[in-house]
């Protein structure tokens, strides 16, 4: 339901753009991740868990763009494809749903020992280190399906997730409990709709790159090159913290071990206040992690990338590189 909201969303924009063109949606897909609800997305160890059915489609022109939540998609994309648009972003941070019994509580009110469900490492990570007294346990599932797990058992008293796919399904007055990135930072690219295209195709990559905003395009990659340099992904807790102001762009990325005791974080900052130049010509495709953003200054998507790479950079010079091997082996392992 939520990946057809987020389709209906862009293809809106799409038909408000070009009003003589007619966009078909094609019958939605079930993904590996969609269909393997047993088992912690962490330990799949799939890749491209909710990408590779789309992709197929994508390659064999059957669809001429998919529409992502662009945390789903890994930092290298398979060849012969991009990221042509990146939607302005919701709010990308995390929000706690209670259980109706636990209606107007925070997460510190709650009793010791209860139980909160999550399918993200990085959340759990995070939380273990702030409420110590809470338990954290794996929930999988759609967003209906975890919020009917909450309701109508008792086994979790909240769940954590993203406060922009509620927002999208209408169940803002859900949230119960915003958390703040000194309580949790959000994934990589949370928030944030992706448009993938065939690279090679110029006709749909310069429709869709209207899309653009530029200011969500520069943190996303930032983001994902700080993620893409740590050598992350959803077995390990890699997170993250944006904001542009004035021209300037602001990353804090951090790693946890999985039960959090264990971590490094740190912040940094560049200029990405470059006007946009006529930079057709070989230039013209060129992509920032996945990413083909014909409408922002080259020089600032270079800016934004290397921010993220020199950010991930220290913290592997500070131990992150042991944090996140043994998080790996004992993710493995459980």
Not at 79 to 87: D, E, K, L, R
Request: hydrophobic share 40%; charged share 25%; with cysteine.
């Amino acid at each position: 339901q939520l990946a057809r909201i987020q389709t209906d969303s862009v293809v809106e924009m799409l038909r408000e753009l070009y009003p003589d063109l007619r966009f078909e949606i094609a019958v939605a897909m079930s993904t590996t991740g969609d269909k393997i609800l047993d088992t912690a997305l962490s330990k799949i160890g799939e890749k491209s868990l909710f990408t590779k059915e789309l992709e197929n489609a994508l390659e064999r022109n059957e669809v001429d763009l998919v529409v992502h939540s662009l945390k789903d998609l890994p930092t290298s994309l398979p060849p012969g494809f991009t990221i042509g648009a990146v939607c302005k972003r919701e709010n990308p941070l995390d929000a706690v749903v209670f259980h109706p019994k636990n209606c107007g509580k925070t997460l510190s009110l709650l009793p010791e020992k209860s139980v909160i469900g999550t399918s993200s490492l990085r959340r759990a990570a995070q939380l273990k280190r702030k409420f110590p007294q809470l338990e954290f346990r794996d929930i999988r599932g759609n967003l209906n399906t975890r919020l009917k797990k909450l309701d109508e058992k008792e086994d979790f008293s909240a769940i954590i997730l993203a406060a922009a796919g509620l927002k999208r399904m209408g169940w803002e007055n859900r949230i119960g409990q915003l958390l703040s990135p000194e309580d949790c930072l959000y994934a990589v690219g949370q928030g944030a709709l992706a448009v993938e295209v065939r690279a090679k195709d110029q006709e749909i990559l310069n429709m869709v790159s209207a899309l653009h905003d530029a200011d969500t395009v520069l943190c996303c990659i930032a983001e994902r090159a700080f993620m893409k340099h740590l050598e992350g992904g959803c077995s390990v807790p890699v997170a993250v913290n944006t904001m542009l102001k004035d021209g300037q762009l602001y990353l804090t990325g951090a790693v946890y071990s999985l039960d959090g005791s264990d971590s490094l974080k740190e912040t940094m900052q560049t200029s990405v206040h470059y006007p946009q130049q006529n930079e057709d010509g070989p230039n013209d495709d060129v992509q920032h992690v996945g990413i083909t953003a014909k409408n922002v200054p080259g020089r600032a998507q270079e800016a934004a990338e290397s921010l993220g790479v020199e950010l991930a950079s220290l913290l592997l010079s500070k131990g992150a590189k042991h944090i996140l091997s043994v998080a790996r082996q004992l993710n493995d392992a459980c």
